[in-house]
C-alpha cells in the first residue's frame, strides 16, 4: 500500500491563482516527518519544508503555507497568488522513527503543477 | 546549490555494461541515500549508508550495489544493464542517520540511458 498519496497528478492554474496540492499519509507510528519538495523543469529536487507529527501548527512561508491534520493524514501545500517560477513538480514524503528504519523516505507519486502566465 | 555533487551528469552505455555513479554528500552529513527516478516507478527509495556503514535498503535490485568511503564519498554500481534501468539516479544526504527526523538534500542526479 501506499504511504504517501497525492492524488492530484496534474494541476494547471492561471498566474496569481492560489492552488492546493494535496498529500495524504498512512502511518502507524505516533513519530514521523512530513516533508515537501519541489522538482522545477532544471531536475533537482529542492527541499521546502519538514514538519514532525507533534507538532500540528501550520507554517506560512511567503506566498507558501502547509496545512498538517492529523485527525485526516494529510500534509496539503497552498501557493498563494501562483507565479510562472512556481511551475515544478511537488512531491510529499513521508519518514518515520521507528528503530532500524534509518532515513528511509516515502515519496509520493508527484503533482504536476503548470502556472499559465 | 545544495552542496551534494554528483557525476557524471549523464551517462549513456549499452545494455550488459556496468557503470558507476558518484556522490559527494554535504559537508558535515554522514548518510548518504540513494534514490532511483523513472517515469512508471516514480521516486524509489534504493539504499543508505551511514559513515561507512548500510543503513536501510529500499527497491534495490542485487545487479545494483553501493558504498561509502572513508571521505563519505559513495559510489552506486550498476552492473548488467538494461533497458529499464534507464533512469535520473539522485544522491541525497543528511546530517545523521536520523531516525526520520532530518530532511534530506538532493544532488541534481545522474541520467542514466541504456541502450
Known amino acids: 500500500a501506499q504511504k504517501v498519496t497525492q492524488a492530484q497528478t496534474e494541476i494547471s492554474v492561471v498566474e496569481k491563482e492560489d492552488v492546493t496540492l494535496d498529500c495524504v499519509y498512512e502511518t502507524r507510528d505516533t513519530t514521523y516527518y512530513l516533508f515537501w519538495y519541489k522538482q522545477p523543469p532544471s531536475g533537482e529536487l529542492v527541499f521546502l519544508i519538514r514538519?514532525?507529527?507533534?507538532?500540528?501548527q501550520n507554517e506560512i512561508s511567503g506566498r507558501y503555507s502547509w496545512n498538517f491534520q492529523k485527525s485526516t493524514s494529510s500534509f496539503n501545500f497552498t501557493i498563494t497568488a501562483s507565479q510562472v517560477v512556481d511551475s515544478a513538480v511537488y512531491f510529499c514524503?513521508?519518514?518515520?522513527?521507528?528503530?532500524?528504519?534509518?532515513?528511509?523516505?516515502?515519496f509520493g507519486t508527484g503533482t504536476s503543477l503548470t502556472v499559465i502566465p | 546549490d545544495s552542496g551534494v555533487t554528483q557525476t557524471p551528469k549523464h551517462l549513456i552505455t549499452a545494455t550488459g555494461q556496468r557503470v558507476t555513479l558518484r556522490c559527494s554528500p554535504r559537508?558535515?552529513?554522514?548518510?548518504v541515500y540513494w534514490y532511483q527516478q523513472s517515469l512508471d516507478q516514480g521516486l524509489q527509495f534504493l539504499i543508505q549508508?551511514?559513515?561507512?556503514?548500510?543503513?536501510a535498503k529500499g527497491n534495490i535490485l542485487e545487479r545494483f550495489s553501493a558504498q561509502q568511503f572513508p571521505d563519505l564519498h559513495s559510489e552506486l554500481n550498476l552492473s548488467s544493464l538494461e533497458l529499464g534501468d534507464s533512469a535520473l539516479y539522485f544522491c541525497?544526504?543528511?546530517?545523521?542517520?536520523?531516525?526520520?527526523?532530518?530532511?534530506?538534500?538532493f544532488g541534481p542526479g545522474t541520467r542514466l540511458t541504456v541502450t
Open positions: 559537508s558535515g552529513d554522514l548518510s
Open positions: 549508508y551511514y559513515n561507512g556503514e548500510e543503513r
Open positions: 541525497a544526504s543528511s546530517v545523521t542517520p536520523g531516525q526520520g527526523s532530518y530532511e534530506q538534500y
Open positions: 514538519r514532525n507529527s507533534f507538532d500540528e
Open positions: 514524503a513521508l519518514s518515520e522513527a521507528a528503530v532500524g528504519t534509518g532515513n528511509q523516505f516515502y
